[in-house]
């Protein structure tokens, strides 16, 4: 089974804190993604990465970086977390591979609290 | 523009009824439709897709080009259907997500 690792399932952090968001697939998968979940609105795509050391914006980028160093690690950052980005983070992959059949495998989501 | 438009943003029926959660499309060409699914406390997973053809946990999604919709149904709803639905459409390395609709299976 493809699994995919958030590793903080639940973070508060403080207004203006730089916050880092771990992620880990173990299935060699070329494609990771970082989300947002917010009720309402459904999923949006921060930023995706298809490659090491590859980056791509998605639809809402503004106030986030990420890294992507080693191929089965996507690490999201928060320069200076805001309030308004108070949501659930939701990491995934995929793989581009011939069978692949284009699914997206998630993690469990980190909880992220701005106060 | 590629475009994946969930009209409902709650569906809640009883049990034993039957189900339908509408997904419409905007897509030039060929499209492949997803559905996944969240249930309470546990991570987003691939309920079905239409090229499979299959029915999974009793639910079925028939493409229908002539309409752009990709509609969810179910029979009889159980309890434990209760969930998080969101419809996709993949798109090179982007996958395009409707906004979601939750259902509850009321007993």
């Known amino acids: 089974d493809v699994k995919v690792t958030q590793s903080s399932r639940y973070l508060v952090k403080r207004t203006g804190e730089k916050v880092f968001l771990e992620c880990v697939q173990d299935?060699?998968?070329?494609?990771m993604f970082w989300y947002r979940q917010d009720p309402g609105l459904g999923l949006r795509l921060i930023y995706f990465?298809?490659?090491?050391?590859?980056?791509e914006k998605g639809d809402i980028p503004e106030g986030y970086s990420v890294s992507r160093e080693k191929k089965e690690r996507f690490s999201l950052i928060l320069e200076s977390a805001s309030t308004n980005q108070t949501s659930m983070y939701l990491c995934?992959?995929?793989?581009?591979?011939?069978?692949?059949?284009?699914?997206?495998?998630f993690g469990e989501g980190s909880w992220l609290t701005v106060v | 523009a590629q475009r994946v438009t969930q009209p409902e943003k709650l569906l809640s029926v009883f049990k034993g009824a039957p189900v339908e959660l509408k997904c419409n499309y905007s897509?030039?060409?060929?499209?492949?439709l997803f559905w996944y699914v969240q249930y309470s406390r546990q991570r987003l997973q691939l309920l079905l897709r239409?090229?499979s053809r299959e029915s999974i946990k009793g639910f079925t999604a028939d493409l229908n080009k002539g309409e752009t919709s990709f509609h969810l149904k179910k029979p009889f709803a159980q309890e434990e259907d209760s969930a998080m639905y969101y419809c996709?459409?993949?798109?090179?390395?982007?996958?395009?997500f409707g906004a979601g609709t939750r259902l509850f299976v009321k007993a």
């Open positions: 995934a992959s995929s793989s581009t591979r011939r069978g692949s059949g284009n699914t997206i495998y």
């Open positions: 299935m060699d998968h070329e494609n």
């Open positions: 990465s298809y490659d090491v050391k590859m980056k």
């Open positions: 897509y030039s060409g060929s499209p492949e």
């Open positions: 239409h090229i």
């Open positions: 996709a459409l993949p798109g090179g390395f982007k996958t395009i």
